[in-house]
């Protein structure tokens, strides 16, 4: 990765830490995006020195504070080897979006459409770049509600936590499908069940099970390796729209290989993002 501009939200803690530790470590220069000035400042002071990593701080919640982010990093940054979209949580009970959308899917969904189109020229601009996306087989069983994509008819942690994964791979292959012959590819993956601070803030009955289950959950550094493999590997170089889990292609469920739903969410999330001006 020696050379490489890499792009990483939620690096701050979890697998997103451990990869972005893992891609400084094999020469990558990583420009962190966190919410929290210390805990990016942290992160950084993590990663192998001599590259002049950077930090950015930003709510990726909020569609303008994302479109923001994205105008600085591309100013400051003329080629983007890899963005790898990670970022993400689950809430216990329905919450508002500094938009007004309901707070998982601008987290989980909006700022991924946000900031990669916001880097589309960059990553288009750099030969062999790739868009990594963290989905979750939390999507399988899910479907989405073009009629009520904000959960206002009724709300579950659970169910609109996998309805925003199964977003990242409708997006991912979508994305995918649009970058054809610009050599720009993009994936997504399943991490596993990985015993990362996911879930410690989601509130409510989740919150407290979470210690629980996360005995019988992999360490981050395994929860980590497909977004490594992913983001680094020639193996993987000429692979697009694919949904991975342990550094392999997996078919996702029906729903997640609908191209029509795929294309409706893309047209819904740009009318989203041009409504929040
Ligand atoms: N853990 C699992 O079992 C599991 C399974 C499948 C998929 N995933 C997915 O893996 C990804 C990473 O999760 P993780 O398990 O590593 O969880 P984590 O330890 O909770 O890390 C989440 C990351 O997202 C950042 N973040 C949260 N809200 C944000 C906001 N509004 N703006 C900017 N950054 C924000 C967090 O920042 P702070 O450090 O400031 O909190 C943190 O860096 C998520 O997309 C999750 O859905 C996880």
């Known amino acids: 990765m020696n050379g490489k501009v890499v ?5 701050t803690s979890g697998i997103g830490q451990v990869a972005a530790e893992a891609l400084a470590a094999q020469g990558a220069r990583v420009v962190l995006v966190a919410r929290d000035k210390a805990r990016g400042e942290a992160t950084l002071k993590r990663l192998k020195p001599g590259q002049a990593h ?9 569609i303008g504070a994302t479109r923001a982010l994205a105008a600085q990093i591309a100013a400051a940054e003329p080629r983007i080897d890899v963005l790898i979209n990670n970022a993400g949580a689950l809430f216990n009970s329905r919450r508002l979006s500094p938009d007004g959308l309901e707070l998982t899917f601008a987290l989980n969904h909006m700022a991924y459409f946000v900031l990669t189109e916001g880097l589309l020229d960059r990553l ?3 030969p062999g ?9 939390a999507h399988q069983g899910s479907r989405l509600d ?4 904000q959960a206002a008819k009724s709300y579950s942690g659970f169910e609109v936590y996998g309805r925003s994964k199964l977003a990242n791979i409708l997006f991912t292959r979508e994305l995918a499908r649009r970058l054809a012959g610009s050599g720009v590819v993009a994936n997504c993956l ?3 069940f990985v015993a990362t601070r996911f879930g410690d803030q989601s509130g409510g009955m989740l919150q407290r099970l979470m210690p629980l289950a996360k005995l019988m959950a992999v360490t981050p550094k395994a929860g980590a390796d497909t977004i490594i493999h992913l983001a680094s590997s020639p193996e993987v ?10 550094r392999m292609p997996v078919a996702p ?7 029509a739903a795929a294309a409706r969410l893309w047209a819904e999330s740009e009318r989203l993002a041009a409504q929040a001006g």
Do not use: C, M, N, W
């Open 190 to 192: 399943h991490p596993g």
């Open 54 to 62: 950077s930090l950015y701080i930003a709510d990726l919640a909020s």
């Open 129 to 137: 770049a790739r868009v990594v996306s963290t989905a979750s087989r």
């Open 146 to 149: 073009f009629e009520d994509l």
């Open 124 to 126: 288009k601009a750099t």
């Open 253 to 259: 469920s029906a729903e997640a290989q609908d191209d």
């Open 237 to 246: 170089e000429s692979q697009t729209g694919l949904y991975f889990y342990k």
């Open 7 to 11: 792009v990483i939200t939620g690096g």
